[in-house]
């Protein structure tokens, strides 16, 4: 049963209250998919922090106009899954994971900062790792340098007990 105009209105007012504060979105073919499979996806979406729906894509499109997703309009047609994250790679993670064990789910575009991205920019943006990861990372880092100089005065002192005995 299709929408009424108070419920357009407030998909619409919904959707633009997350896309304004979005710095990704990546849309993908469903169809065929499996009930079962897309219930799997919604899960991993809200564990990842990703806003995941199936929306028509006229609502989404006035959603997006004239925000930075706004050259996604061109290619909000057919069945489609909207994928929308605060994180800069979150939405592209959760599909394009998704999508490399279940040959249903079709990457076809996303948008980035502002940037069209084609399946394959939506596969590189997926790969870069997340801010967690990230920091991860740089923490790592900045205690290598600490870790070493522990274990180096650990091994000065363990010389200097033995050269006493």
Do not use: W
């Amino acid at each position: 049963m299709g929408l009424n105009l108070d419920e357009k209105k407030a998909v619409v007012a919904e959707l633009s209250a997350r896309v304004a504060g979005a710095q990704t979105m990546v849309v993908a073919e469903y169809s065929g998919l499996q009930v079962a499979h897309l219930t799997r996806l919604r899960a991993q979406a809200r564990a990842a922090g990703v806003y995941l729906r199936v929306l028509k894509n006229t609502l989404v499109r006035r959603a997006v106009d004239g925000t930075v997703f706004a050259s996604l309009a061109e290619q909000m047609t057919g069945p489609l899954i909207y994928s929308i994250s605060d994180d800069a790679v979150a939405a592209a993670k959760v599909l394009n994971d998704f999508a490399k064990t279940n040959d249903k789910l079709i990457l076809k575009a996303g948008s980035y900062a502002g940037e069209l991205l084609d399946p394959a920019g939506v596969q590189k943006l997926a790969s870069v790792p997340s801010r967690e990861e990230l920091l991860a990372q740089l923490l790592g880092m900045m205690q290598a340098p600490v870790t070493g100089f522990a274990c180096a005065l650990a091994a000065l002192a363990k010389q200097r007990e033995e050269a006493v005995a």
